[in-house]
């Protein structure tokens, strides 16, 4: 049974940081991403991170705030958020694609996690 499950969301302040982290079970992926949905709102791609590789790709509105990193050993990626904006609040989701693609598109991601809460106050 595949499995993909978040962890290490909470209520911050403004300016803070957390660090999320999505342990897989069940499959190794060639990719995996951070999405975000925001109440109202589609679902918002993030970062992916390449299993095999160092190749990564983030959305316009996170890059230098927000990094993506894995541990292949803990079949874990990880999304470090800095300096987090109560824009950011939201549900993460991280996803895991059988195909080896940098892609910002939901619909190239094969596996979901559950979600955990963001919330950002100000």
């Known amino acids: 049974q595949v499995q993909l499950v978040e962890s290490g969301g909470g209520l911050v302040q403004a300016g803070a940081s957390l660090r999320l982290s999505c342990a897989a079970s069940g499959r190794t992926f060639y990719v995996m991403a951070w999405f975000r949905q925001a109440p109202g709102n589609e679902r918002e791609f993030l970062a992916v991170?390449?299993?095999?590789?160092?190749?990564?790709y983030y959305t316009d509105s996170v890059k230098g705030r927000f990094t993506i990193s894995r541990d292949n050993a803990k079949n874990t990626v990880y999304l470090q958020m800095d300096n987090l904006k109560p824009e950011d609040t939201a549900v993460y989701y991280c996803?895991?694609?059988?195909?080896?693609?940098?892609?910002?598109?939901?619909?190239?991601?094969?596996?979901w996690g559950q979600g955990t809460q963001v919330t950002v106050s100000s």
């Open positions: 991170i390449g299993w095999t590789d160092s190749n990564t």
């Open positions: 996803a895991g694609s059988p195909k080896y693609t940098l892609a910002s598109s939901r619909s190239e991601y094969t596996y």
